[in-house]
């Protein structure tokens, strides 16, 4: 598979791994590289901006589908069939734009800082 069909199945896996974190079977450590997973991708702020050179779209290149098939991983096969299955067209207008998926991001970003100012201050 190519590049592109690879992002293009990236793109439907992402709502069907928002429907397995809703999902009863699924396992607890399922649901929680899921809720990593679609809070990363809805997140309106990425762990590295995109405009720092290369870094900034290596993040959505690599990290992206490395949580995404970790995640798929983790799901059971039934699960993950009836997510996917269930997923048809779910985001079809788009996907959702909720601010609040950006809260681990910026928590992430204010812990480096704050780790930073108090290995130079202290």
Known sequence: MGL????KRLK???????????????PLIAK????????????????I???VPVLGYLDDVILLPALAALTIRCIPKDVWERSREASEGLWADGKPKKWYY??????FWLIIIWLIVKAICF
């Open 4 to 7: 592109k069909g690879r992002a």
């Open 12 to 26: 439907s896996d992402i709502p069907a791994i928002f429907i397995a974190l809703k999902d009863k079977d699924s």
């Open 32 to 47: 929680l590289f899921a809720g990593i997973t679609v809070g990363y991708a809805l997140s309106p702020i990425d762990l």
């Open 49 to 51: 901006p995109d405009f």
């Open 102 to 107: 950006a809260i681990p991001i910026i928590a």
